[in-house]
């Protein structure tokens, strides 16, 4: 093979990882592809900026019709947000430029439209970078596991989130503290809300429900809680009744729907995702031949990333290859009927008889008791933490509804799923 020419969409963090990575194993990534890669043009904001990467100068451009698309083999698309990258994506499908993309949220809101129109125009488009950064987690899922149904993923997707909880729950310091902290490692963005509130993750988890179960999920129709609310009290019950806080995704193929969430749950802590702390990312699959596996690394960060975007740019050169999984895909109801045992944490008033008049309740509702905490504060009030047997939440929800009216009830705290 020649050389090859190459045009970039963005010149930021995974741009410049992209380009490292290259300049770094130049050596061996020019061996695997037989020649040198060119890159020809980068697109970027300001084109003027100084940049920390080895390009000269006159590669960069402001304008899109600047690119010379029709000299370009791949067009490598690292800008992000929907628009305009949605829009320079199809016009480099449409003048036949094969494609790679590191990003999640165009790849889950439009990505079905932009892998059909690849199919049609006979070129490949690939964006493993887009979930798990540089973690193989997708070319894993449609390739490595081809041969099996996938039935479950359950995921720590993403970083900064993960990287909160951690310093919550070895430290002790509040939700507000280890965000602070997160911010200052730039783990967290200044605006934290798109990781915070689990939309990041709702995205990754949506382009892994079509990879994995071949099944469209818009991100909205995805169940979606942040970590906000948890609080340090939550973390120390759950550590005590052998659990931990984590922000998963979960995703299960079910014979007439697909069940896909992102919410903070406990996990017990001798589940292997339960060891995944810091910034790292885990996937576990369940395949219906292989049984269980679980990949963990870097979710984010420049190079990882970067590498990861190479190695797509890599296999569209070499084998001329796109992801076996992405273009089978149909649409299936996604539900959330989140049959699962429950942690739920209220304040009563510390009267006799409150513990078995709750009790009675959820038991009254068909919901039987795994494990109760109750500890004197010394004051009126009391905290009260059950964990529930398996449980539909549309029932749990109900006997709680009828908890809380109850006068001695002050307030339920916390809801969360429970893993084991
Ligand atoms: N950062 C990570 O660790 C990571 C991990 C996995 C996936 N991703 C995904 O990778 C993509 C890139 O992320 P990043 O962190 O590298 O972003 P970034 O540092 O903000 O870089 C974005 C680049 O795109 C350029 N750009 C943005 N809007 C543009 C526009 N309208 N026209 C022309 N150029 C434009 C910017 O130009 P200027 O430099 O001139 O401003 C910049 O070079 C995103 O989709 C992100 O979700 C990132």
Same mark, same amino acid.
């Given at each position: 093979m020649g050389k090859k020419n190459i045009v970039i969409l963005g010149m930021g963090t995974v741009g410049m990882g992209f380009v490292n990575t290259y300049l770094m194993n130049r050596e061996t990534i020019e061996g695997k592809l037989g020649g040198p890669l060119d890159i020809r043009k980068v697109l970027v904001s300001s084109p003027g900026k100084k940049r920390p990467v080895d390009l000269p100068g006159d590669r960069y451009t402001g304008d899109f019709n600047d690119l010379n698309l029709e000299d370009a083999d791949v067009v490598v698309e690292l800008m992000g947000g929907v628009e305009p990258a949605f829009t320079y994506i199809k016009q480099a499908i449409e003048r036949g430029c094969h494609v790679v993309s590191a990003n999640k949220e165009l790849m889950a809101k439009r990505g079905d439209e932009l892998i059909r129109l690849a199919d049609e125009k006979g070129v490949l488009l690939r964006y493993e970078a887009s979930v798990g950064g540089g973690i193989p987690l997708i070319n894993t899922i449609t390739d490595g596991l081809a041969s099996n149904r996938v039935i479950k993923m359950m995921g720590i997707l993403n970083g900064t989130t993960n990287y909160i909880l951690t310093r919550m729950t070895r430290d002790r310091i509040s939700y507000e503290e280890a965000l602070g902290q997160a911010k200052s490692l730039g783990f *967290?963005? *200044?605006?934290?809300t798109a990781d915070v509130e689990g939309f990041d993750a709702a995205y990754k988890l949506a382009i892994l429900s079509r990879d994995a179960f071949g099944v469209v999920a818009r991100p909205e129709e995805i169940t979606r809680q942040g970590i906000k609310e948890i609080s340090l009290e939550d973390i120390e019950y759950g550590l005590e009744l052998g659990y931990k806080i984590k922000l998963l995704a979960l995703g299960e193929k079910k014979k007439e729907h697909v069940e896909l969430s992102v919410q903070p749950a406990l996990i017990s802590v001798d589940h292997p995702v339960a060891s995944v702390n810091q910034e790292f990312n885990a996937l576990f699959v369940e395949g219906n031949s292989l049984g269980e596996i679980m990949l963990y690394g870097k979710g984010a960060g420049g190079m990882p990333t970067g590498s990861a975007v190479m190695t797509d740019v890599m296999e569209i050169l070499i084998n001329g290859r796109k992801t076996i999984g992405s273009c089978k895909e149909k649409k299936m109801p996604i539900k959330n009927i989140g049959l699962s045992p429950y942690y739920v944490r209220m304040e009563v008033l510390d009267s006799p008889g409150v513990l078995g008049q709750i009790a009675m309740i959820f038991g009254e509702q068909g919901i039987s008791l795994d494990s109760v905490v109750q500890r004197a504060k010394g004051s009126e009030v009391a905290p009260l933490v059950f964990i529930t047997h398996d449980v539909k939440r549309e029932c749990l929800d109900r006997a709680l509804e009828e908890i809380e009216a109850r006068e001695y009830v002050l307030k339920i705290q916390s809801i969360l799923k429970v893993v084991r």
């Open positions: *967290a963005e *200044a605006d934290p």
